[in-house]
């Protein structure tokens, strides 16, 4: 195995971290931005597998990562299973909203998502074939709290109110629309998988509105079933859960879900890390992605304090969250030389 990423994941303590960055191909990139307007909008370029290729490739070749993420989005699940999805220009993702019991019902069954996601399976085909042998490729989903929270709300929020309230209002159908967002997921993920995907990354951007129970039964439950059935389907492929801001409950995350590698925000630091994360195997992370906008010598030293403070187990470079579209990609080379010569 000489995939720098794969030997991180299969728990080897490396000199140097293999380094890849959440939402590197993206609007920062001048590159990204001509391929996005040669499709028309981003949905576009999400179900134009040729495009999707030619995006995830780019900053493969401007900066050598040690993984590409296939270019796609989570909001994509949803579509599959018969919302609506579209995207506002300048403010983000819209759905049609599940918020009762019929509406949950009334979503198409888990098996039926590979109709509308068969392009995602045709990217992951054409990257396989495309990238440079020492790159790893990664695919992903969304966590069912995360997507029910768009789901629900029908759009970004800041505290996740509406899928909160559903929870709260009608337990039993909030969680049969988290059962059925599990099923779809395992669907999605697996098929990625036969597709090309050596990796596949869960994202769970809201997990830090869940506590206590809420946590157990939402963000640790459908992520422990989702991965016991792609170990069952695909033992040889790692996993890496993100349940970001979760603070605390990162403690202990890898363990009750059976993920190979947890992706830490930049809440956190990384000696704590370290001390209560790493202990039970690789971890990855986590730089402050405003670092990507500042750059100079802040983003040196605080890109090596993270490296070293992970050397002592297995440990994957990242930010703490996606790089923004304000981001200088002469700062993205300035990160990968500093990880390199920590
Ligand atoms: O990381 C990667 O480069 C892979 C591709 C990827 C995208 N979205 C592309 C994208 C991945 C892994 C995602 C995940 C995603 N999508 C998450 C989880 C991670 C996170 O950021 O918390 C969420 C919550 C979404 C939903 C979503 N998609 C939102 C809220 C937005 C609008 C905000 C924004 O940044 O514009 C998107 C759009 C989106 N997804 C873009 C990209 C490159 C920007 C679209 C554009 O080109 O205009």
């Known amino acids: 195995m000489t995939k720098l990423l794969l030997r991180a994941l299969a728990g080897e303590t490396l000199p140097t971290p293999p380094i890849w960055m959440m939402r590197q191909a993206g609007r920062y990139l001048p590159e990204y931005r001509a391929t996005r307007a040669e499709a028309g909008?981003?949905?576009?370029?999400?179900?134009?597998?040729?495009?999707?290729?030619?995006?995830?490739?780019?900053?493969?070749?401007?900066?050598?990562?040690?993984?590409?993420?296939l270019f796609a989005d989570i909001l994509l699940v949803p579509q599959a299973l018969g919302l609506d999805l579209w995207f506002v220009t300048g403010e983000g993702p819209r759905l049609s909203?599940?918020?009762?019991?019929?509406?949950?019902?009334?979503?198409?069954?888990?098996?039926?998502?590979?109709?509308?996601?068969?392009?995602?399976?045709?990217?992951?085909?054409?990257?396989?074939?495309?990238?440079?042998?020492?790159?790893?490729?990664?695919?992903?989903?969304?966590?069912?709290?995360?997507?029910?929270?768009?789901?629900?709300?029908?759009?970004?929020?800041?505290?996740?109110?509406?899928?909160?309230?559903f929870m709260r209002e009608d337990r039993a159908a909030f969680s049969a629309l988290i059962e059925r967002i599990t099923a779809a997921t395992i669907e999605y993920l697996s098929a990625q998988i036969d597709a090309g995907a050596?990796?596949?990354?869960?994202f769970d951007s809201w997990a830090g509105s869940l506590k206590g129970a809420d946590f157990d039964d939402f963000a640790?439950?459908?992520?422990?079933?989702?991965?016991?059935?792609?170990?069952?389907?695909?033992?040889?492929v790692p996993i890496i859960a993100f349940p970001r801001e979760a603070g605390e409950r990162y403690v202990g995350f890898a363990r009750a879900t059976g993920?190979?590698?947890?992706?830490?925000?930049?809440?956190?630091?990384?000696?704590?890390?370290?001390?209560?994360?790493?202990?039970?195997?690789?971890?990855?992370?986590?730089?402050d992605p405003r670092h990507m906008v500042?750059?100079?010598?802040?983003?040196v030293a605080e890109a090596q304090r993270i490296t070293r403070a992970l050397r002592g187990g297995p440990h994957i470079f990242n930010l703490g969250h996606g790089i923004t579209p304000d981001a200088d990609p002469e700062n993205v080379a300035a990160m990968i030389a500093a990880v390199r010569s920590a």
């Open 41 to 69: 909008d981003f949905l576009s370029l999400c179900y134009n597998p040729e495009l999707a290729a030619e995006v995830t490739l780019q900053p493969i070749r401007r900066f050598g990562f040690d993984a590409a993420i």
């Open 97 to 165: 909203t599940v918020t009762r019991a019929a509406e949950v019902t009334a979503l198409k069954p888990a098996a039926d998502v590979h109709d509308r996601l068969a392009p995602i399976y045709e990217t992951l085909k054409i990257l396989r074939r495309e990238l440079p042998a020492e790159t790893a490729l990664i695919g992903f989903a969304g966590a069912p709290w995360t997507v029910a929270t768009y789901m629900v709300a029908g759009r970004g929020t800041r505290d996740q109110g509406p899928a909160h309230a």
């Open 198 to 202: 050596e990796v596949v990354k869960l």
């Open 220 to 236: 640790i439950a459908p992520a422990r079933a989702i991965i016991a059935a792609l170990k069952a389907r695909h033992p040889d």
């Open 259 to 287: 993920a190979d590698c947890v992706a830490l925000d930049n809440s956190v630091s990384a000696d704590w890390a370290a001390d209560h994360v790493q202990v039970d195997g690789c971890v990855q992370g986590n730089l």
């Open 294 to 299: 500042t750059g100079g010598p802040d983003l």
